[in-house]
């Protein structure tokens, strides 16, 4: 399976790193700037667990998709962050 990342151009300069992956996209200045991007690339969104951005992206995706059967395309799954 070929891996993608999408983040922001902060992810290069603060301490957060990049995950390794086949292809990276940079797309904006701060993170949440590649959501549109990253929506645009996808055909398909699991979410698990999240916090505002994963749902501003679920959003962007329904609106992508509102034509569409979202039962087959859109699956998430909600969990109690137990970090910090």
Sequence with gaps: MKTVGFSAKKAL?????????????????NFGDESQAFVDYIDILIRIGGGPQSRKEVALFR????????????????IEWLGK
Aim: charged share 30%; net charge negative; glycine share 6%.
């Design 13 to 29: 300069t603060v301490s957060c790193g990049l995950y390794p992956v086949k292809k990276v996209i940079i797309y904006g200045k």
């Design 63 to 78: 609106a992508k998709n509102e034509e569409n059967n979202l039962t087959e395309l859109l699956f998430e799954e909600e």
